[in-house]
Each structure stands twice: as C-alpha cells, then as structure tokens.
C-alpha cells in the first residue's frame, strides 16, 4: 500500500515537499516514480528513483527544480517541488516499479493534490 | 524524447462492442517495453497491459495487448460496463519516460 501526503494550496516559486509512505513491501527492493494529473488531464511521469536511491532520473519539465529521494529506513519516498509555477498544478501519484528498475508502474497510492496559485 | 500518440481520442461504444485503441510511437520502443493502463473518475490508474502484450493480474481475458516497434494496440474484445474509463499507453524503453494523451471510452 502506497499513501501520499504533503499536498496543498502553495504560491508561485513556492516550495513544498510530497511523501508516500509504503507498507506490505520490501521498500528498497523497489524502484519507484512519481507521475501526475492535471485538472482534466493526462498522466505525465515525473521523476523515477532506483532502490538503493543513488541513480535517480527527472523529466526536463522539472529538471533542476523537483529532488526525488527516499528513506529507506523508513520505506517513505520524497519529492521536493521548488520555484512551483502555476503548470505543476496537479494530482501527484508514487507508484512503485516491478523490481529494481524503472519499468511498469504496478502499484499506485491514491494521490495527493498541489495547487500553485496565488 | 519518444512521443506518443493515442487514437481516437474518444471513442463511443456500446456494452458487448468490440474496442480497438491505437497507440502509435514517435520512434521505435525498444524491447516493446510498452504498458497500457486504465482510470476510472477519481481513482489512480491500474496497470492493464505490460511488455505489450502481457496481461496484469486481475484482468479478464477480453482484453489484450499487441503490437511492436511504433504501433501498439490495446482490444478490448467485448466491452463490459465496468471497461468504459480512459486508456493510457506508456513507454519505458528510453528515459524520459513518457505517456500518451489517453483514450476515454465511453458509453454510447
């Protein structure tokens, strides 16, 4: 199972950090992603972590600007948002990967909404 | 970055019809590493389809999976009620990984 939390009402070049919090699975065995919806829209993938969180990899979307990370200790998965414009208004998804690699999204958390607006 | 394209956007059919969605790749994806996934309104996606044409757990055999290199193909071969939702293909054969703008199929 697979629970984000962290959404919320943020103004423009804003920061705020999302996390899912995974239970039922061997965490670091997994390679994991985040991907999200805007409003009446379709899916974008936007960052993927392996297991072991040393190779990581980011759509040029939010390059330089989002961090993914994990702690495996404590089987949670990060993404830190910064200078948020108005474009990443969305429904962000963790979902975890089959194994270690960054393949199909086989499980996915239930999402947990950004709004960036002043 | 490989793009991808679904078709028709919409497509309006009645329970028992048969559903055809294409799925059609800028440049080739490599190892058909190509998935498809279902939404309903106000829940997550579900992996439906992997590798092209492998099955997910807890999908009835009435849906299937085909193609290779830019085409791809999800069919649905008799729509149940529960089938009409929106349809995403996508590729993870390149990075970035990258999905396609969906497919609604809806009741007619």
């Known amino acids: 199972q697979l629970v984000e939390s962290g959404g919320d009402l943020v103004q423009p070049g804003g920061s705020l950090r999302l996390s899912c919090a995974a239970s039922?699975?061997?965490?670091?065995?997994?390679?994991m992603s985040w991907v999200r919806q805007a409003p009446g829209k379709g899916l974008e993938w936007v960052a993927g972590i392996r297991g072991a969180g040393d190779i990581t990899h980011y759509a040029d979307s939010v390059k330089g600007r989002f961090t993914i990370s994990r702690d495996n200790s404590k089987k949670t998965l990060y993404l830190e948002m910064n200078s948020l414009r108005a474009e990443d208004t969305s429904v962000y998804y963790c979902?975890?990967?089959?194994?270690?690699?960054?393949?199909?999204?086989?499980?996915w958390g239930q999402g947990t909404p950004v709004t960036v607006s002043s | 970055e490989i793009v991808l394209t679904q078709s028709p956007g919409t497509l309006s059919l009645s329970p028992g019809e048969r559903a055809t969605l294409s799925c059609r790749a800028s440049?080739?994806?490599?190892?058909?590493?190509l998935a498809w996934y279902q939404q309903k309104p106000g829940q997550a996606p579900r992996l439906l389809i992997y590798g092209a044409s492998y099955r997910a757990t807890g999908f009835p055999d009435r849906f299937s999976g085909s193609g290779s290199g830019t085409d791809f193909t999800l069919t649905i071969s008799r729509l149940e009620p529960e089938d009409f939702a929106v349809y995403y293909c996508q590729q993870y054969g390149s990075f970035p990984r990258t999905f396609g703008q969906g497919t609604k199929v809806e009741i007619k």
């Open positions: 440049q080739s994806v490599s190892d058909n590493y």
């Open positions: 979902a975890t990967h089959y194994g270690d690699y960054l393949n199909r999204l086989e499980c």
């Open positions: 039922g699975i061997v965490f670091n065995t997994y390679a």
